[in-house]
């Protein structure tokens, strides 16, 4: 369909790559499209729908959107109330989604819907919505704290008819697909916060070198130096922690437990990092004119989009519940 049809330790090799992009809001964007709006259409669409919507968006003439979290369901994904009922040959949608990335020009959605009224997990199916039907409204599109670069979107669905034929896999199978995807966006997200953290580390080195305090530069501080050096290490036990993880899904492993692990540190580590550095940058580093305090917003959602901090936390124990006692 267009892909190159190599193993996932390529897309962390991507996500890497464009931490070199000064702004969290493309990479965010690129992985939306190439990690997370396309991997179940990927893996369970048809080939009719593969080559509707897949190929033109891995060609990048469509933009694609994901279309999961409610105002009233984030990380709580069964808690969706967006409906699609069956109506002959048709879906009719109505509800709406919240923090929509890329949804105001996206050419279609991966849509999480309610299509019957059975068990919260086993209710839910993905449907290909184009974007340009009837009834659907972009009612706004979201100021926010950071990535800034990157539109986000509310929706609202008022009976939009799509066929029957746009359902992704099987119909009640939406739920489990989407967490199957969830990993990988989890670990995406991980990969693409790497080479920025670097980055700000390197950066507030080189500034707090040439920067005075008192008749000597603030990284002649002990105590700065140090923290930086922490930080650094920080940083490079997360990435042997990813390529763990990638080396073992990659192999056929379920890596639920270290993806959480691994989100939840690079959420954590992010403002840890960025916070520390932009202390160092002093009243500078409350301007928008240096990276570190543009990362410092932009990297603050690791720790709430794709999953919270507390979401990953209850992963995690889950996990170690199921270990045998000594």
């Known amino acids: 369909y267009g892909g190159m049809g190599l193993d996932f330790s390529y897309n962390i090799a991507v996500a890497e790559?464009?931490?070199?992009?000064?702004?969290?809001?493309?990479?965010?964007?690129?992985?939306?499209?190439a990690g997370m709006a396309t991997p179940a259409l990927t893996r369970f669409g048809s080939d009719e729908l593969k080559k509707q919507f897949l190929v033109p968006t891995i060609a990048g003439d469509f933009v694609a959107c994901l279309g999961i979290s409610e105002a009233?369901?984030?990380?709580?994904?069964?808690?969706?109330?967006?409906?699609?009922?069956?109506?002959?040959?048709?879906?009719?949608?109505?509800g709406g989604k919240m923090w929509t990335t890329s949804g105001c020009q996206a050419d279609w959605m991966c849509l999480l819907a309610n299509t019957n009224e059975g068990p919260p997990h086993r209710n839910k199916s993905l449907i290909c919505l184009p974007m340009n039907l009837p009834g659907i409204h972009v009612a706004k599109k979201i100021d926010k704290l950071g990535m800034r670069s990157s539109d986000?979107?509310?929706?609202?669905?008022?009976?939009?008819r799509v066929p029957s034929k746009n359902l992704i896999g099987e119909e009640g199978k939406g739920f489990t697909y989407q967490m199957l995807q969830f990993q990988e966006e989890r670990l995406w997200g991980v990969a693409s916060v790497l080479t920025p953290l670097e980055t700000v580390i390197q950066e507030t080195i080189d500034y707090t070198r040439q920067r005075k305090v008192f008749d000597q530069s603030v990284l002649h501080n002990q105590a700065v130096h140090f923290r930086l050096a922490e930080l650094a290490t920080e940083v490079e036990l997360l990435r042997s922690l990813l390529y763990r993880t990638v080396a073992l899904y990659v192999e056929g492993n379920d890596v639920t437990k270290f993806a959480s692990m691994a989100k939840l540190k690079a959420g954590r580590l992010a403002r840890e990092v960025t916070d520390s550095c932009l202390q160092f940058w002093?009243?500078?580093?409350?301007?928008?004119?240096?990276?570190?305090?543009?990362?410092y917003r932009d990297l603050r959602l690791m720790s709430i989009g794709a999953g919270t901090d507390e979401?990953?936390?209850s992963i995690i124990c889950k996990y170690m519940e199921t270990l045998p006692s000594k």
Do not use: H, W
């Open 152 to 160: 986000t979107a509310q929706i609202f669905f008022e009976d939009v």
């Open 17 to 33: 790559e464009l931490g070199n992009i000064r702004c969290g809001g493309i990479p965010m964007a690129i992985g939306v499209q």
């Open 72 to 94: 009233g369901a984030g990380s709580d994904v069964a808690s969706i109330k967006t409906t699609a009922v069956r109506k002959g040959d048709e879906y009719v949608i109505n």
């Open 311 to 313: 979401t990953m936390l």
């Open 282 to 295: 002093g009243g500078m580093g409350f301007t928008s004119e240096v990276l570190v305090s543009r990362f």
